[in-house]
Every structure is written in structure tokens, then in C-alpha cells.
């Protein structure tokens, strides 16, 4: 099978940009210029990210424009929820549709899953769909496998992002986007059941530059392919320095 995802690795690992926050989120994490599209746009360019995550009004009102679509491959992000609504069983509806990822330039879509929810069905039924349909147009499916809901005690146990990390092949994605599993070997074994599905770290909130780095530290170890960061790059006194450090820190030159 055609590997899509050959866009995001121009090396061995891929380090994306993730900024679809404002919508999961809300303002309180777009401190400083981070509320800016364009001011993290050209971080992402300046700092030699191999993708960016966006939801689809960025991308159609900022993306676009040749200096930023031409220069950092974009995961189109079809589906997401606000969190004013504290829900036990979450649902993220799509608000974007492949074709029109496909349109705005997008080299991949992605598409979280509650794991857990009531709602599992739905979003796995729609990430069928979805992932046939990225691939007939050429572009890779990524799929965010968060376990949520009442029945999930602890999301961020071994035995729930290992059962994750495999749903995420089972399910047919190009690449899965998880949690920290609180351990190296916890996410180890997240990767080995992952088998040809591609993993990549979830950056997380903010935390401090120690234990962010120890996190990766250990995530390299396990044999992970990339990281998806955010808030420990934008929120941090001097972006540009820490992506730095992040690429020093993965062997991406």
C-alpha cells in the first residue's frame, strides 16, 4: 500500500506543530502572541516542523496564503468539540469534510476517537468512512485515540493507551496520535501493538521544560515515531530556542 504519510517524514521522525486549541480549548490557552494564526504559522515555518495541525477556518483563512502552504505539510483536523460543555460521554462532530481538506491542501485529515464513550461507535463507523476516503484521494488518516467517558477510570493508564494504540491499527490509520502512558515501558508496549500504524506523543498541556524533556527522553526510548506539540512550544518564553531543543533532542536536523 502507498504510504501517505511520506509528506510528514522527510526524516526518520516527524515534529508537528498542533494548534487547534482555540476551538478544543478556548482563549485561555492562546497566552501571549499565541492567539495569532500567523504568528504561529511562521513559527512553523521558521522552525522546520514537518506538519501542522489545523481546523479548517485557519487553514482556509490563513494557511492558504503561498507562504505557508507551500512550506509546511498540513493535517486538516475534521472534526473537534469546545470543552464548555464538561460531558462524561464526549463526542466530537466532523465539521469538515475530506474533499475540502483536500482542497484547502491538506496531505492528511485527522480525526479523534473517545474511546470509551458512549459515542465509540459513531466515531469509529465515521473514521471508517473517512479513512477510505482520505485514501482514495491520496492523502494519510490520523486518527487521535483518547480514551474518555464514564466507564474510564484512568485514560492515561498502560492498559488504556496500549488498547489505543491498537485500535488505531485495527481501525486502519496511517499514524495515531496518544497520551503519555505515565512510563516508558507503558509506551513501549502502546507502539508494539500499534505494529505498522506510526505513533506520535501528544505534546500535552503545559508542564516544565524538565519533565517535558524527561517525557520525551522516554518516548524516544520507546520507540515512537514524532511528537505532536503545541502549548510546551507557543506558551513557552522563547519558541524558536525550545523547538530547538526538541529537534536536538530527536536527531532531526
Not at 51 to 57: N, R, S, T, Y
Not at 100 to 119: D, P
Not at 147 to 153: I, T
Request: proline content about 5%; aromatic content about 10%.
Amino acid at each position: 500500500m502507498k504510504n501517505f504519510l511520506t509528506p510528514f517524514f522527510p526524516q526518520a521522525k516527524t515534529l508537528i506543530l498542533a494548534y487547534d486549541h482555540g476551538l478544543e480549548h478556548g482563549p485561555k490557552d492562546l497566552r501571549g502572541r499565541s492567539f495569532d494564526p500567523e504568528y504561529i504559522l511562521d513559527l512553523a515555518v521558521k522552525g522546520g516542523y514537518s506538519g501542522i495541525i489545523l481546523q479548517k477556518g485557519i487553514a482556509e483563512k490563513y494557511y492558504t496564503q503561498a507562504v505557508y502552504a507551500k512550506k509546511v505539510p498540513l493535517i486538516l483536523k475534521l472534526n473537534g468539540k469546545t470543552n464548555i460543555a464538561e460531558v462524561p460521554e464526549p463526542y466530537a462532530a466532523c465539521n469538515c469534510s475530506v474533499p475540502y481538506a483536500k482542497k484547502l491542501g491538506a496531505k492528511a485529515v485527522g480525526y479523534t476517537i473517545y474511546l470509551g464513550s458512549n459515542f465509540e461507535q459513531k466515531m469509529m463507523e465515521e473514521f471508517g468512512r473517512i479513512q477510505e476516503e482520505a485514501h482514495s484521494l491520496g492523502l494519510a488518516a490520523i486518527a487521535w485515540l483518547y480514551p474518555r467517558g464514564g466507564r474510564v477510570l484512568d485514560p492515561a493508564s498502560e492498559e488504556m493507551v496500549s488498547y489505543a494504540a491498537r485500535v488505531g491499527l485495527e481501525l486502519g490509520a496511517d499514524m495515531i496520535k496518544i497520551k503519555y502512558p505515565k512510563s516508558e515501558e507503558g509506551l513501549k508496549k502502546a507502539v508494539l501493538l500499534a505494529g505498522k500504524t506510526k505513533v506520535v506523543l501528544s505534546g500535552g498541556p503545559k508542564i516544565s521544560e524538565g519533565e517535558f524533556f524527561k517525557i520525551l527522553e522516554n518516548a524516544i526510548k520507546s520507540g515512537v515515531s514524532g511528537l505532536a506539540v503545541g502549548r510546551n512550544v507557543w506558551q513557552s518564553d522563547n519558541p524558536l530556542l525550545m523547538t530547538e531543543r526538541i529537534k536536538k533532542a530527536m536527531e532531526i536536523h
